[in-house]
Every structure is written in C-alpha cells, then in structure tokens.
C-alpha cells in the first residue's frame, strides 16, 4: 500500500529562524513529489514540484530536497516569517496503477515573534 | 486571471440527502481534480477530470460521482449523504498535464447532520 509520513506532527519555532520538515514514502513507481502550503480554512497552495531526476528545488526561502533512491524528501525553510505559520503537506503520485496521489498528513507549523 | 472558484462555499445538509458541488477551474485549464478533506483522514484524491472525461479516479464508493462540461467547469455529486462525508471539498485546476502546478479553490464546507 503507498504510504506518505511526515515528520514532525507539529513543530513550534521563532521567527526568523529556519526548520527542516520530513517527507518519507513508498509510493512505487514515483513520478512526481509537490509540497504544499495551507493555511487555515484556505485552500493549499503549490510550492514546488519535483521528478525523478531532480534534487533539489527552490521557491524563495522554500527549499525542497528529494532522495529518490531512499525515497525521502525535506522542506527547509530559511529565515522564518510570522506568514509561515500553516500546515505543510507533502503529495506523492506514482506512474500506471499508483497514479493516484498520496498524501501525507502535513506538519503543522507555528512561527512565534 | 481569476482563480479557482467554488460553491457555495457552505452547506449543511441531513442524512440521505444529495449535494452537488460546483467547481470554476482557472480560464484554459482543462484538467480539473476533485479532493476530500477530513481530520481523520486528511487530504484524499476524489477524481481528476479532463475535457470532459474522467482521466482518474480514486478509491471512494459510488455515491461520489462528477462530470465536467465543456468550458471545462466542473461538479461533483454526493447521493445518499452520511455522517461521515462532512468534510472540506476542494477542486484544483491545472492546464492539463500530470506534473503541473495544481492551483486549489478555497473549497466548500459539507456539514451533515
């Protein structure tokens, strides 16, 4: 069964500091990871992308990672706003029949003055 | 552009009701996606349609159902409604490819009592 785990559950930190969120999975064939934000009662909002063959990607102070051998990826996020406090969730969808995208359960962040 | 819209952006219906959901995806997008979200369960895929026919499905039971039309504007229908289908509904557009930027609505809000 494809499974998403994310790591921490929840996570408290000061603003302008940076963190690090975990994505594992198993989903298999992989095609794609998306990491996403959501803030409360809103919809998620895209914040990168990645396939196969890509590393590492980036969209301001959001940092993606992706190990595909180990099947793992990380968020970072550098210099931490007030604006970033929300849940971040992590999407794999597999090729052929594990095309269907699996979620995680997100890590809910809070970014304290 | 405008983003994705959806309605009504509240409801509240009794058991064994039917509801239908309405979803417009961004102008030119033609694939349109379908998911449920729940506390217990988190972020679950519903189904994904493009140019008017469904490309995916996901593993909920027959009573959820959808279509899309041909500018592309989307619905989806829940029969016989249960205590359990109370859940944030949210559509994501995209212009049609597999690894594209999802663009998420801000979802209707399903209570039944």
């Known amino acids: 069964k494809n499974q998403v785990e994310q790591s921490p559950q929840s996570l408290i930190i000061l603003e302008g500091k940076n963190c690090t969120l975990q994505?594992?999975?198993?989903?298999?064939?992989?095609?794609?990871l998306r990491w996403y934000k959501q803030d409360t009662g809103r919809g998620p909002v895209s914040l990168t992308i990645?396939?196969?063959?890509?590393n590492t990607k980036s969209n301001g102070r959001y940092t993606a990672t992706l190990d595909a051998d180990t099947k793992q990826s990380s968020l970072h996020i550098t210099a931490s706003q007030l604006s970033d406090s929300a849940s971040y969730i992590c999407?794999?969808?597999?090729?052929?029949?594990?095309?269907?995208?699996?979620f995680g359960r997100g890590t809910s962040l809070i970014v304290h003055p | 552009k405008a983003g994705v819209t959806q309605t009504p952006r509240y409801l509240i219906k009794t058991r064994g009701q039917q509801v239908t959901l309405s979803c417009s995806p961004i102008s030119g997008h033609r694939s349109v996606s379908w998911y449920q979200q729940t506390p217990g369960q988190g972020l679950q895929f519903l189904f994904e349609?493009?140019?008017?026919?469904?490309?995916n499905k996901g593993n909920f039971p027959g009573r959820f159902s959808g279509r899309q039309f041909s500018n592309s504007r989307s619905e989806m229908n829940v029969s016989t409604l249960e205590l359990g289908d109370s859940a944030l509904y949210l559509c994501a557009s995209t212009p049609g490819g597999a690894r594209e930027t999802q663009y998420f609505g801000p979802g209707t809000r399903l209570l039944v009592l």
């Open positions: 349609y493009f140019s008017e026919t469904q490309r």
């Open positions: 994505c594992n999975y198993t989903v298999s064939p992989f095609s794609n």
């Open positions: 990645m396939t196969f063959s890509e």
């Open positions: 999407v794999v969808s597999g090729t052929g029949g594990s095309y269907i995208p699996t």
